[in-house]
């Protein structure tokens, strides 16, 4: 679950609050991949790229701040 200082924002079973879709007028966005134990880190690093230039596709100029893989 995510939250921010009005509540919840994402959860795994319900998903994105009706809060804060991303829209037209986004700027920063947060995508999150959730992982079952036993996939290798090489693999959510190579779906998190598939997120990342699917994006590039209607956003040319996104760009990723910050990509980390932790694990348990």
Do not use: W
Request: aromatic share 6%; hydrophobic share 40%.
């Amino acid at each position: 679950m995510m939250t921010d200082l009005k509540g919840v924002v994402c959860a795994v079973i319900y998903g994105q609050d009706q809060r804060t879709p991303i829209s037209p007028n986004t700027r920063r966005a947060l995508y999150v991949t959730y992982v079952p134990p036993g996939i290798e880190t090489e693999s959510v690093t190579t779906h998190l790229d598939a997120i990342r230039k699917n994006i590039i596709l209607f956003a040319p100029d996104a760009d990723v701040e910050y990509q980390k893989v932790h694990t348990a």
